[in-house]
């Protein structure tokens, strides 16, 4: 689902078909809304709580935190925009902006995530501005705060043919490139 737009000296990375995903996270947030709607209508309960009461209450109230949570993950992710350019590397989203300089990048790459269903393998187009750990020949340990995009199987080797040479030219650090060995696990 990765669509990236290439002009001359800047390459944008976005998920496509985002507007259905953001759709699905503001109905996530709405039935939370909902949710909330209805418990605070039915309060207050009796003086006396009652087991059962409480227990309603801590059920309810997690469900709403777990569609609420899962409603601003989808908006967040799916709202992401990296954008590669001769600056370096911006990424955009509703909750803000974060960008590092060709300069201060010290790893970057790409590097295997998991396994989907529909989509086979997924990985992840990262660029960090600290050295992460590699756990084999097909991922790294992508921990703190760095940019990172979703790549499915199916636009791996587009990925590694059109983002990398793009980014090498710019960069001196040697990119990390997971192998594609996965695809045969069941």
């Known amino acids: 689902m990765l669509e990236a737009s290439r002009n001359k000296d800047e390459i944008i990375v976005k998920q496509k078909h985002n507007l259905i995903f953001i759709a699905i996270g503001i109905i996530l947030v709405g039935i939370a809304a909902f949710c909330v709607w209805i418990v605070v209508s039915l309060l207050p309960f009796e003086t ?3 087991f059962v009461d409480v227990l309603s ?15 601003a993950y989808v908006i967040v992710t799916n709202s992401k925009r990296v954008i590669i350019n001769n600056d370096g590397v911006l990424c955009k989203s509703l909750v803000g902006m974060h960008h590092i300089k060709w300069s201060d990048i010290k790893d970057w790459g790409i590097s295997y995530c998991g396994q989907t269903r529909g989509e086979g393998n997924t990985y992840y187009l990262y660029f960090s501005d600290h050295q ?55």
């Open 48 to 50: 006396a709580y009652t």
């Open 132 to 186: 992460c750990q590699a756990k084999d020949d097909c991922r790294k340990k992508l921990k703190g705060k760095m940019i990172k995009a979703f790549v499915f199987e199916r636009e791996y080797f587009e990925a590694v043919s059109r983002i990398v040479p793009f980014c090498k030219k710019r960069v001196t650090v040697e990119p990390f490139i997971g192998t594609d060995k996965y695809h045969l696990i069941f």
């Open 57 to 71: 209450v801590v059920f309810v109230s997690v469900f709403i935190l777990t569609v609420l949570g899962l409603g």
